[in-house]
């Protein structure tokens, strides 16, 4: 078991920067991929971005892509989502997802995920 539990939502002015935190616990050693994901009322959720667990490597959705940033702190378990530059069209509730299967690919779909915070409401106001 894995748990993830995301902090640092709020109300932000377009243009604006907010950082999410993701801390996760558990058997965190069977992660291999923490993911971050978006879901605004009545859409689908959303890829965003995605880190190996190790830290060296990520990869983000064009949408926030020079953007936002995904690191991880290894000392503290969090995953963190600096997003800067931020729209309108950015309001959702975003959440952290850890992937612990095998992989050729970044997973970039949610259901290639296995663990999920609850989510924190980001809203970005024009």
């Known amino acids: 078991q894995v748990q993830l539990v995301e902090s640092g939502g709020g109300l932000v002015q377009a243009g604006g920067s907010l950082r999410l935190s993701c801390a996760v616990s558990?058997?965190?050693?069977?992660?291999?991929?923490m993911g971050w994901f978006r879901q605004a009322p009545g859409k689908e959720r959303e890829f965003v971005g995605v880190?190996?667990?190790?830290?060296?490597?990520?990869y983000y959705a064009d949408s926030v892509k020079g953007r936002f940033t995904i690191s991880r702190d290894g000392a503290k378990n969090t995953v963190d989502l600096q997003m800067n530059s931020l729209k309108p069209e950015d309001t959702a509730v975003y959440y952290c997802?850890?992937?612990?299967?095998?992989?050729?690919?970044?997973?970039?779909?949610?259901?290639?995920?296995?663990?999920w915070g609850q989510g924190t409401q980001v809203t970005v106001s024009s």
């Open positions: 558990g058997r965190t050693y069977i992660t291999i991929h």
């Open positions: 997802a850890a992937r612990y299967r095998s992989y050729n690919r970044w997973p970039v779909q949610a259901n290639e995920y296995d663990y």
């Open positions: 880190i190996s667990w190790s830290g060296e490597s990520t």
